[in-house]
T-cell receptor, first 113, second 112 residues
């Protein structure tokens, strides 16, 4: 799986959009970009994933650059509950299981009241 | 629907003992993965099971083993515990071919 690079920490004011960048310059054509977050002492939570088109769900939006070498996770209206470590992961899909997820160090996002 | 259930939530063991952790996946999920999380190493993949077969294994010593039962429930075992095995052990399940993983709350193991 390709490696990802994320800033170690970010702050965002409550109510504003939080934009979390991820660099995956060595991503291959069949690798998807996944985002998970982990709130303190809980298991990671799936947020969103995409291949090359921008994606949106009830939690967030994922913007992937045209060359697919980087992406941005957007939390449109950050709340205090969004304070967590956010992980960007790239991986292929499999029909036979989830296979291993390679977590980096992630970005520690702090929402400031 | 019920999420991924891990038992026990907390465990204290002595060096040299062995431990078995349990994971019940979301109903219908056949893929179960295990991860170890420590402050120093972060989240590291242990192994993954699909239909009772281990399909992937991470870079851990043979003291770490696992299995999956026909109802998709999984157990992992750590023998001859070392202080460095103290960690949060996380289990994740997924519905193939969809591949987002749903994690349990974890079992926090402390080895003294």
């Amino acid at each position: 799986d390709a490696k990802t690079t994320q800033p170690p920490s970010m702050d965002c004011a409550e109510g504003r959009a939080a934009n979390l960048p991820c660099n995956h310059s060595t991503i291959s054509g069949n690798e998807y970009v996944y985002w998970y977050r982990q709130i303190h002492s809980q298991g990671p939570q799936y947020i969103i994933h995409g291949l090359k088109n921008n994606e949106t769900n009830e939690m967030a939006s994922l913007i992937i650059t045209e060359d697919r070498k980087s992406s941005t996770l957007i939390l449109p209206h950050a709340t205090l509950r969004d304070t967590a470590v956010y992980y960007c992961i790239v991986r292929v899909h499999s029909n036979f299981g989830n296979e291993k997820l390679t977590f980096g160090t992630g970005t520690r996002l702090t929402i400031i009241p | 629907k019920a999420g991924v259930t891990q038992t026990p939530r907390y465990l204290i063991k002595t060096r040299g003992q062995q431990v078995t952790l349990s994971c019940s996946p979301i109903s219908g999920h056949r893929s179960v993965s295990w991860y170890q999380q420590t402050p120093g190493q972060g989240l590291q993949f242990l192994f993954e099971y699909f239909s009772e077969t281990q399909r992937n294994k991470g870079n851990f010593p043979g003291r770490f083993s696992g299995r999956q039962f026909s109802n998709s429930r999984s157990e992992m075992n750590v023998s001859t515990l070392e202080l460095g095995d103290s960690a949060l052990y996380l289990c994740a399940s997924s519905l193939v071919p969809q591949t987002e993983a749903f994690f349990g709350q974890g079992t926090r193991l402390t080895v003294v």
